[in-house]
């Protein structure tokens, strides 16, 4: 079996420090109204796509990521 290529996407550095110092690859968006950052060349050879809930940013965090990971057109999975 091939294993998933997966991409935590995290608002804010210090949970993306976390989550690479465990071993992840993650990326950092520098708050909620930035997610025009993430680009589709960046997920090229990503098939899941993690949204790291931040509990001050929350759920706004999360529509801004799924709205732009559709805009750029990703077709990999995405959870939450």
């Not at 708050?31 to 680009?39: E, Q």
């Not at 990971?69 to 959870?79: N, Y």
Request: aromatic share 6%.
């Amino acid at each position: 079996a091939q294993e998933r290529r997966v991409l935590f996407v995290t608002e804010g550095e210090s949970d993306c420090w976390t989550l690479n110092q465990c071993g992840h690859v993650a990326v950092a968006v520098p708050g909620t109204s930035a997610v025009r950052c993430i680009v589709a060349e960046d997920l090229d050879s990503i098939d899941l796509v993690y949204v790291a809930i931040d509990r001050k940013e929350g759920d706004r965090f999360e529509e801004n990521v799924l709205a732009r990971l559709a805009e750029i057109g990703f077709s990999g999975a995405v959870k939450s």
